[in-house]
């Protein structure tokens, strides 16, 4: 838990002497961020790695219990805490490349890793967006307006089962091999669009109640 932004800074030290060419991306939560993250990163600045490191901001400690963290506005009881914003802290860290995305929107994150692979410096990508699970707070339901309200469906003629959304790996996404079609599991939808942009027939419609 929160080693893989030193780790990361590590093994890119190794590739740099090889002169291998490969770059590192390392993957951390934002609670795990605060816990352990932060040192990392001021490591990865202050010896001159070139890492790209994506802070996954979900807005809660989601993997060990749904807890409240610094970033999340209430504290350990559930009260209210100042918010610790995680571009402030990197930005104070000394790093310059810094960006904040919506994960769902697939054109922006490839965007953001190009921009960051171009780069002979580190970078810091935040991807913003609530855990599916998160019983939302006020300040949740104001910056993401309408989040979780949609659902998906997929118009079955107009499907012909190339299973392009279905490698996103979202679990709600069902291929059926006789029909040669993918379904929607309506209860497990969240609406967030990811498959719609994969899809090259526009079968995935927004579902209307
Ligand atoms: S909209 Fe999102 S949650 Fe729903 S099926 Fe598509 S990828 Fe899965
Ligand atoms: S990407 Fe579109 S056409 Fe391909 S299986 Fe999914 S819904 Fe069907």
Redesign the pocket.
């Known amino acids: 838990m929160g080693a893989s932004i030193s780790m990361g800074h590590g093994a890119q030290k190794v590739f740099d002497k090889l002169e291998n060419g490969k770059r590192v991306v390392s993957v951390i939560g934002d609670s795990t961020f605060f816990h352990t993250g932060i040192n990392s990163l001021m490591t990865v600045i202050y010896n001159g790695s070139n890492t790209i490191n994506v802070i996954l901001d979900n807005r809660v400690t989601a993997m060990t219990g749904h807890q409240e963290n610094p970033g999340s506005g209430k504290n350990a009881c559930g009260g209210p805490a100042p918010v610790t914003d995680i571009e402030d802290i990197v930005r104070a860290l000394g790093f310059k490349n810094i960006r904040t995305i919506n994960p769902n929107d697939l054109d922006e994150v490839e965007d953001a890793l190009n921009e960051s692979l171009a780069l002979d410096e580190p970078s810091v990508i935040i991807t913003r967006w609530p855990c599916a699970l998160k019983k939302l707070s006020a300040m949740d339901m104001e910056e993401f307006k309408g989040v979780f309200s949609n659902k998906n469906y ?1 118009e079955e003629e107009v ?8 490698r996103s790996g979202c679990p709600a996404l069902v291929f059926n091999k006789e029909k040669k079609k ?1 379904a929607i599991d309506l209860l497990q939808c969240v609406g967030c669009d990811v498959c719609t942009q ?4 526009g ?2 419609r927004k579902k209307v109640d």
């Open positions: 997929i499907c012909i089962g190339c299973r392009k959304c279905v993918t994969l899809c090259p027939t079968a995935i």
